[in-house]
């Protein structure tokens, strides 16, 4: 039996029902009638606990979300994940990043193949690859050892490698220098590579089709700039790919035996724990990544597992719907209370927009409900001083991700008291606010009273750990994609397909030329890119 439109699914119903009421309710009351609630309204696995009692929900709440994921078949779906079933139906393809992180000795067959059995070769040949780099054996052109990585990839192929590097930072070798490459301005080839010596420096080509113009250029850039320090045959010894397309490697000059393989059953942005991952290998060694793989495995057990009503990936994602389809929330803020975790909103907007920034079903029907919100972020406490005003006394809500740790790693002085301390009043004072009463009982001038007032009811999560590790932060990142599974799987939509990034690489395909061109083209597009790709060309020609 076929799952009704969202809309029309009995929960859906019984929800804007009951939003009718919730939406009148205030965090205040919510606290003030039951002394357990921030005791009741949590959930912990994989080293995370999740407290998500700030949120406007109440028992029934819950319950009717439950309700929802019964009849949206969110475990059914999920176990259709784990058994490699082509749920990415527009693509035709299994959808296995699960595969990636399950502990060698386990099978896993796929149209007849064992995927384990093909993973696991490749995170060896990843792990010699690792210790031949850390230890020096792998030398360059000159016979020199390679001192720096630089991952060329975009999207999916840079994103999690930068951020995971960055977020581990702590763990890494400090003797090995790590730059990403990924954007086709070339400024950023050029300013990650001017302090770098082509001798000592190797280039890990990471792309899943090897078809990417960016990182196609990118790496076309760097081998001119290997060849002219050190002439036609370097490329050998400082270039390894990251693909699942082995013609378009070796088309493009690297020798195959240093190419690591994944498959079409990871998408690009589940990717940093596949061959995608490889710097992130070479900067943690293979502890580090092991512990990192155990970390994303322990939160997919999790997900597997875990009743929903205690299933934290299944709560947020739930949560999310909740806001989105019935509050209007058009975005949500992750923000990290970890310097580390700087490019983590950065990573999560890929994983979150581009699987969830669909408006068709996967029947290919148009939905007539919201899907995607908008994810973004900042770490604490730097966006309390920038943009949180907005989100305490704006007129959006915007639901946030508050994440904490219980320990720096490096800690100095008080500063961490002082950093987690925010995270918890932050979360308070979204939650309760100030009312009026409150505002004058400060002796505040009536005309500055309206100003101070602050509504509250403003809903959070907070996740907290003991601290950054590589475990926690592969926790972390599971439990935000099969946060994206569970929101994707109640909408009904393909969270793992990505169209729509089709068409404007096409296009640009066809300006490139005509911006190229020494003789002024003829121009066939609208008036607006005509006139403009003109006034480029003027600019461009001026001396
Ligand atoms: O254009 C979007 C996209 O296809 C992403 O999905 C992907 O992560 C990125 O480009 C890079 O793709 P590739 O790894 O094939 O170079």
């Not at 969202?6 to 929960?11: F, G, I, K």
């Not at 090897?210 to 002219?228: H, P």
């Not at 970390?295 to 739930?318: C, Q, V």
Request: glycine content about 8%.
């Amino acid at each position: 039996m076929s799952i009704p439109p969202l809309c029309e699914r009995p929960a859906y119903e019984a929800l804007a029902r009951h939003y009718s009421k919730m939406e009148r309710r205030h965090l205040r009351e919510l606290f003030a009638e039951d002394a357990t609630r921030g005791e009741r309204f949590c959930a912990e696995a994989a080293g995370i606990y999740l407290d998500y009692s700030k949120n406007r929900i109440t028992e029934e709440t819950l319950s009717l979300l439950m309700q929802l994921a019964r009849e949206s078949e969110l475990e059914r779906r999920r176990d259709m994940m784990f058994a490699g079933e082509r749920i990415n139906v527009s693509e035709n393809r299994s959808v296995l990043h699960v595969a990636l992180r399950m502990p060698k000795g386990t099978s896993l067959m796929v149209d007849g193949i064992d995927v384990m059995a093909e993973v696991h070769e490749v995170l060896d040949r990843m792990a010699d690859f690792a210790i031949k780099i850390r230890s020096g054996a792998w030398t360059g052109h000159t016979g020199k050892p390679i001192r720096n990585i630089v991952n060329i990839g975009i999207g999916g192929s840079d994103l999690g490698p930068v951020m995971a590097y960055e977020a581990l930072r702590h763990y890494t070798d400090r003797n090995l220098t790590f730059r990403f490459v990924s954007n086709v301005d070339s400024t950023d080839f050029v300013e990650a590579t001017r302090d770098l010596a082509a001798e000592e420096t190797l280039f890990i080509v990471s792309s899943k089709t090897f078809g990417t113009l960016e990182t196609l250029t990118n790496a076309t850039s760097a081998r001119d700039w290997v060849i002219g320090q050190l002439g036609d045959y370097a490329v050998a010894k400082h270039f390894v790919a990251v693909s699942t397309n082995a013609d378009r490697v070796a088309e493009f000059g690297i020798d195959t035996a240093n190419m690591f393989g994944f498959w079409d059953w990871v998408g690009g942005r589940y990717s940093m724990d596949s061959a995608i991952g490889l710097s992130t290998m070479v900067a943690l060694g293979l502890e580090g990544f092991g512990d990192l793989l155990a970390g994303f495995h322990a939160m997919d057990e999790h997900f597997r597992t875990a009743p929903p009503e205690k299933n934290l990936p299944m709560l947020m994602g739930l949560l999310a719907v909740w806001y989105v389809n019935f509050f209007g929330a058009q975005s949500i803020g992750v923000m990290p209370y970890d310097q580390y975790l700087k490019r983590f909103p950065a990573y999560l907007q890929q994983l979150t927009m581009e699987s969830n920034g669909k408006h068709v079903t996967v029947d290919g029907a148009v939905v007539d409900y919201q899907t995607g919100p908008v994810y973004w972020g900042e770490p604490g406490t730097n966006g309390q001083h920038s943009f949180y005003q907005l989100i305490h006394q704006g007129t959006a809500l915007i639901p946030i991700d508050l994440i904490g740790f219980g320990k720096s790693l490096n800690p100095l002085r008080d500063h961490h008291d002082i950093l987690s301390s925010n995270v918890f009043a932050q979360a308070q004072a979204l939650a309760f606010g100030k009312t009026e009463q409150e505002v004058r009982a400060e002796g505040t001038p009536d005309a500055v009273v309206p100003h101070r007032v602050m509504q509250g009811n403003r809903p959070t999560n907070v996740l907290l750990a003991e601290k950054l590790t590589p475990h926690a932060l592969g926790a972390l990142v599971a439990l935000y994609e099969h946060s994206v599974f569970t929101q994707g799987t109640i909408w009904g939509i393909d969270s793992f397909d990505q169209w729509g990034v089709e068409l404007g690489k096409q296009l640009a395909l066809a300006i490139i030329p005509e911006l190229k061109s020494a003789t002024e083209p003829e121009l066939g597009h609208d008036s607006s890119t005509n006139a403009l790709i003109r006034h480029y060309r003027a600019l461009k020609a001026r001396p």
